[in-house]
C-alpha cells in the first residue's frame, strides 16, 4: 500500500471515529425557538400574563361569595393556582403551533429540513422549547397574581406535585401544539384547533370552580378532560386538596403525553404534510 | 469515483393523477458543473428536493457522496448545500444570526470566521446586522446562498437561483459559484436562463413530463443542431424554394434553419434571383435555446441514456 493510500485510508478511519453530534444541531434548533418566542415576548409572555391578571381581578371579584371551591381556601386563592397552568397549557400549545405554522407558510422550514436533524431531535426541540414558554409565562403569571393571597398561596404543601404538573401539562400541550401545526396547511385551520379544542378544554376542566360544585353530569364530562386532570393535580401541590387523587391525575396526564409523542413521532417519522 | 449524486429510477407521484418523476436516471461525477434544464413542471424541483431529503421519492434510489438519502440523511444533508428556489427567510432574525443558526443546525458552533467570509463574497458584510424583513429580494437571495454554504458542503445545488435577479447579483453569483467550482465542488443548477447553462455548465440534463430526454456534455448537445441560422427582413415574400427552411416568421422577420455555408449562399442566390429586398442580414449559431426547443417539440428521436 503506497503512503498516499494509507492516508486516505485513516482519514476515512478517523473521520469515522468523528462524533456525529447529533445533540448539536438539536441545541440549535432548541435554542432558535426560545429565540424567537423571547424576541417578541411582549406578545408571547407580557399578554398572557396580562390575560392572567385580568381573570383574577374580574372572576376573583365577580364570583368571590358564590362559588365554593375547598374549606379553608378562599377563592381568589383557588383561582390563582388554576389560572397560572391555564397560561401554562395555552401558551405551550401557542408556541409550537404557531411557531411551525408560521414557517410551513413562509416556507422556511426548509432550513431545518435541509439540516441533518433526526425526527426525534425536531420533536424535542420543539417540544421543550414549549416548555420553556409555558413555564416563563406561567411563573409571570404566579408572580403577579401571587399578591391578591399571597398567605395561602405562598403556604406550599406538595411542591413536588406543582413541578411535576407545571412540566408534564407545558410537555402535553407542547406536543399537541405540534401535531395540530403538522396537520394545519393555514392559520384558520390552526385556529379551529385553538378555539374549538384547547380553548373549551381549558375554561371547562376546573380553573374557575371546583368540579365537585357541578352537577353530576358535567362532573362526568369533567373526567374526560385530561386538562381537568393537570388543573387539579398542579393544585394539589399548593393546598393539598384537589378533586381527584393527583396519583389518578399523574396516570392520566402521563398517559395523555405518552400518546399525543407517539402520535406525533409517528407523523415526523413518516414525514407526514412535512416531507410529502 | 464516487459518483457526487446518483439517482436511480426514481418516481414520485402526487395523488393518482400526477407523475412528477417517472424513472428518472443520472449520476454526476464530483467536481461537475451540471445543469438540469427543462420547462416548469417538468420535475426539477421534486428531483432537487428528493436529493435533498424535502420530499420522499415512492421508489427509486438517491445518493449523495454514497450516502443513501434515507437511510443514511445525515451524512447525505451535510454533503448538500441546496439554495431553494422561493425566497424564503426567517422574520424573527438578523443575517448573521440566521447564518449562525443555520451552521448550527449542522452541528458546528464556532463558525464566524468562515461567515464572515461568505458574507463578504456575497457583498453581505454591511447587511450582516439587518433584519431578514429588511432586505431587498436580491439582498435574500444572497443570503440564501449563504445558508446553503455555512456547512462548506462539497455539492452545491442552486435551484433558479437567478430568477427575478438583477444582473449585477447575477455576475457576482456566477463569479463566486465558479470559483466554488474551480476549488473542487460539485454545482447542480436549475435555470431558466439557457444563456447561463450554455455557459456555465460542462453537462446538461433535460427532463420533460417527468423523463429525462438528453444528458450529455453541453457541447455535444450543440453540436445535435450543428446547423446556421439566417435572419432576414424582408417586406416582400421569399421565393417557394427557400420557404421550407423557415423555422420562425414575425411579420417581415424572418429566421432559417441551414445546414452549412453552402446552403446559406444557395439560399442569397435563389432570393436575388427572386428579386427580394433583403433589408437587414444575419447569420448566427444554433444555441441551447435551439437544442431545447427541438427536443421539447420531440423532434429528436434519439435520446441519450443515462451512464
Not at chain 1, 485513516?10 to 456525529?20: E, H, Y
Not at chain 2, 425566497?87 to 424573527?92: E, H, T
Not at chain 2, 411579420?251 to 437587414?280: F, K, M, S, Y
Amino acid at each position: 500500500m503506497t503512503a498516499a493510500a494509507r492516508t486516505v485510508q485513516n482519514l476515512g478511519r478517523v473521520s469515522a471515529l468523528l462524533p456525529a453530534a447529533p445533540s448539536a444541531g438539536f441545541r440549535t434548533l432548541f435554542y432558535k425557538e426560545v429565540l424567537r418566542f423571547w424576541k417578541v415576548s411582549f406578545q408571547t409572555v407580557a399578554a398572557p400574563v396580562l390575560t392572567g391578571v385580568l381573570y383574577l381581578l374580574v372572576f376573583g371579584h365577580v364570583l368571590e361569595d358564590h362559588v365554593e371551591a375547598f374549606p379553608g381556601v378562599s377563592y381568589v386563592a383557588f383561582l390563582i393556582p388554576g389560572l397560572v397552568m391555564m397560561s401554562v397549557l395555552q401558551n405551550a400549545f401557542a408556541n409550537s403551533s404557531s411557531s411551525l405554522i408560521q414557517s410551513k407558510v413562509t416556507g422556511n422550514l426548509v432550513f431545518v429540513l435541509l439540516a441533518p436533524l433526526s425526527h426525534a431531535e425536531f420533536f424535542a426541540a420543539y417540544a421543550i422549547a414549549s416548555i420553556v414558554r409555558g413555564i416563563v409565562v406561567g411563573l409571570g403569571v404566579l408572580a403577579v397574581t401571587v399578591w391578591f393571597a399571597p398567605q395561602t398561596v405562598l403556604d406550599v404543601r406538595a411542591p413536588i406535585w406543582i413541578v411535576i404538573f407545571l412540566l408534564l401539562g407545558a410537555a402535553l400541550l407542547g406536543v399537541l401544539g405540534l401535531i395540530a401545526g403538522i396537520v394545519s396547511d393555514k392559520f384558520d385551520e390552526l385556529a379551529a384547533f385553538q378555539n374549538f379544542i384547547v380553548m373549551p378544554a381549558t375554561f371547562l376542566s376546573g380553573v374557575f370552580y371546583s368540579v365537585h360544585g357541578l352537577p353530576s353530569f358535567w362532573q362526568t364530562v369533567s373526567h374526560f378532560n385530561p386538562f381537568f386532570y393537570m388543573i387539579d393535580g398542579f393544585r394539589y401541590g399548593f393546598f393539598a386538596q384537589s378533586d381527584v387523587s393527583p396519583w389518578v391525575s399523574l396516570a392520566v396526564v402521563s398517559a395523555a403525553l405518552l400518546l399525543v409523542t407517539a402520535i406525533a413521532l409517528g407523523m415526523l417519522a413518516r414525514g407526514y404534510k412535512i416531507r410529502h | 469515483m464516487l459518483a457526487a449524486i446518483e439517482a436511480s429510477a426514481v418516481v414520485k407521484r402526487y395523488g393518482s393523477r400526477v407523475t412528477a418523476l417517472d424513472g428518472v436516471s443520472l449520476r454526476i461525477e464530483q467536481g461537475e458543473f451540471f445543469g438540469l434544464l427543462g420547462p416548469n413542471g417538468a420535475g426539477k424541483t421534486s428531483l432537487i428536493s428528493i436529493i435533498a431529503g424535502l420530499v420522499r421519492a415512492d421508489s427509486g434510489r438517491v445518493t449523495v457522496l454514497g450516502h443513501d438519502v434515507r437511510t443514511d440523511y445525515r451524512a447525505a444533508r451535510r454533503a448538500l448545500g441546496v439554495v431553494p428556489q422561493e425566497l424564503v427567510f426567517d422574520p424573527f432574525f438578523s443575517v448573521r444570526e440566521t447564518l449562525r443558526i443555520q451552521s448550527g443546525y449542522f452541528g458546528i458552533r464556532a463558525n464566524d470566521d468562515w461567515i464572515d467570509e461568505v458574507m463578504a463574497n456575497l457583498d453581505l458584510t454591511s447587511k450582516a446586522d439587518s433584519n431578514m424583513r429588511s432586505l431587498s429580494g436580491g439582498m435574500k437571495r444572497r443570503v440564501l446562498v449563504a445558508q446553503a454554504l455555512v456547512h462548506r458542503p462539497p455539492l452545491i445545488v442552486l435551484d433558479e437561483p437567478t430568477a427575478g435577479v438583477d444582473v449585477e447579483l447575477r455576475q457576482t453569483l456566477w463569479q463566486f459559484i465558479r470559483r466554488l467550482n474551480r476549488a473542487g465542488h460539485t454545482i447542480v443548477l436549475t435555470t431558466h436562463y439557457l444563456e447561463e447553462a450554455q455557459e456555465l455548465c460542462e453537462r446538461i440534463a433535460m427532463l420533460k413530463g417527468g423523463r429525462l430526454i438528453a444528458l450529455d456534455a453541453t457541447r455535444a448537445l450543440l453540436a445535435r443542431v450543428a446547423d446556421l441560422r439566417l435572419a432576414l427582413r424582408s417586406k416582400s415574400p421569399l421565393p417557394a424554394a427557400v420557404a421550407h427552411n423557415v423555422i420562425e416568421r414575425d411579420g417581415d422577420h424572418v429566421v432559417l434553419r441551414l445546414a452549412n455555408v453552402a446552403e446559406v449562399e444557395q439560399t442569397l442566390a435563389a432570393i436575388r434571383a427572386a428579386d427580394v429586398v433583403v433589408e437587414e442580414l444575419e447569420v448566427g449559431h444554433a444555441d441551447l435555446e435551439d437544442v431545447f426547443l427541438q427536443l421539447m417539440a420531440g423532434r429528436e428521436a434519439g435520446l441519450t441514456e443515462a451512464a
